[in-house]
């Protein structure tokens, strides 16, 4: 499968964005997905998560209440609404597959990853 991030770009505190990533290769709907991110000098950690059907969602505790992930089947499409942005979502913001979106909340089970978009938050 491959995945292909767009939507990021520089942000005012407080400010919103909202990311894009595209799925193609294979069936989008059997799957979870999930955006991860990394700033620099640290890990890469888990933001949000859906699964296949869509009815639940996972989130990190530092974007509950600010970010929505969300998923369109008819356009094997995944988005992350971020909204009230803050210095600290600075980072390189990347889509992923996965077996199953708690597992992904747990950095497990993850199988294909987009090349990522930056996401630059100023104050």
């Known amino acids: 499968v491959e995945l292909v991030e767009s939507g990021g770009g520089l942000a005012a505190v407080g400010g919103s964005l909202n990311l894009s990533c595209l799925a193609s290769g294979r069936p989008f709907s059997t799957y979870a997905m999930g955006w991860f991110r990394q700033a620099p000098g640290k890990e890469r950690e888990f933001v949000a998560a859906v699964p296949w059907s869509g009815l639940s969602t996972y989130y990190a505790d530092s974007v509950k209440g600010r970010f929505t992930i969300s998923r369109d089947g008819a356009k094997n499409t995944v988005y992350l609404q971020m909204d009230s942005l803050k210095p600290e979502d600075t980072a390189v913001y990347y889509c992923?597959?996965?077996?199953?979106?708690?597992?992904?909340?747990?950095?497990?089970?993850?199988?294909?990853w987009g090349q990522g978009t930056q996401v630059t938050v100023s104050s």
């Open positions: 992923a597959e996965g077996s199953s979106a708690q597992r992904m909340s747990h950095m497990d089970g993850l199988s294909s």
